[in-house]
T-cell receptor
Framework: EPEVTQTPSHQVTQMGQEVILRCVPI?????FYWYRQILGQKVEFLVS????????KSEIFDDQFSVERPDGSNFTLKIRSTKLEDSAMYFCASRRDIHYEQYFGPGTRLTVT | DAKTTQPNSMESNEEEPVHLPCNHS???????IHWYRQLPSQGPEYVIH???SNVNNRMASLAIAEDRKSSTLILHRATLRDAAVYYC?????????????????FGTGTLLAVQP
């Protein structure tokens, strides 16, 4: 069964450094998402992406965040200058079409020190 | 998005049925009821969704009250692998145009513990 993959599984970085989290959505999916979950808290929506542009972003997704689909398979989330409060589990999700469910990846645990 | 209310936690015994309730008294006529679950240290996973009629799939059944103000996710025979946080999420009817966000708004869900 096809699945969403994410790399790395765990990323440790120092405050102020840039990080790029990578996701490979399911191949025939058209809608892509990033969510995050701070330890012990709810899963929060960050951004959605369709047709090579952001369709919606949350208040969390400020100028320090960006997303890109550099080729036909990868979907990345970049944090330009990480803060301690960016430490969280980041989940990528994709969906085939507007009438289908979202499929989530296993997540990348980001630790900012 | 309309709000849902779920118990914080529930317990079940292995191989017994589990009924996970969700209240959504402010549901609108176009809201679908979705259930996702999150196993420990994993990403959320789609379980089932419905609008008005009861729904069955290989994972679970969804029973929707006639007035749609509540619903129940039914796991027919709980296994240890079903221990997870279960989220009941309302989503507006999918628009017909592409590009709509259809983001998921997660609450705190119900933590289901399954005892052997």
């Amino acid at each position: 069964e096809p699945e969403v993959t994410q790399t790395p599984s765990h990323q440790v970085t120092q405050m102020g450094q840039e990080v790029i989290l990578r996701c490979v959505p399911i191949s025939n999916h058209l809608y892509f998402y990033w969510y995050r979950q701070i330890l012990g808290q709810k899963v929060e929506f960050l951004v959605s992406f369709y047709n090579n542009e952001i369709s919606e972003k949350s208040e969390i997704f400020d100028d320090q965040f960006s997303v890109e689909r550099p080729d036909g398979s990868n979907f990345t989330l970049k944090i330009r200058s990480t803060k301690l409060e960016d430490s969280a589990m980041y989940f990528c999700a994709s969906r085939r079409d507007i009438h289908y469910e979202q499929y989530f990846g296993p997540g990348t645990r980001l630790t900012v020190t | 998005d309309a709000k849902t209310t779920q118990p914080n936690s529930m317990e079940s015994n292995e191989e017994e049925p589990v009924h996970l309730p969700c209240n959504h008294s402010t549901i609108s006529g176009t809201d679908y009821i979705h259930w996702y679950r999150q196993l420990p240290s994993q990403g959320p996973e789609y379980v089932i969704h419905g609008l008005t009629s009861n729904v069955n799939n290989r994972m679970a059944s969804l029973a929707i009250a006639e007035d749609r103000k509540s619903s129940t996710l039914i796991l027919h025979r709980a296994t240890l692998r079903d221990a997870a946080v279960y989220y009941c999420i309302l989503r507006d009817r999918e628009p017909i145009y592409g590009g709509a966000t259809n983001k998921l708004i997660f609450g705190t869900g119900t933590l289901l513990a399954v005892q052997p």
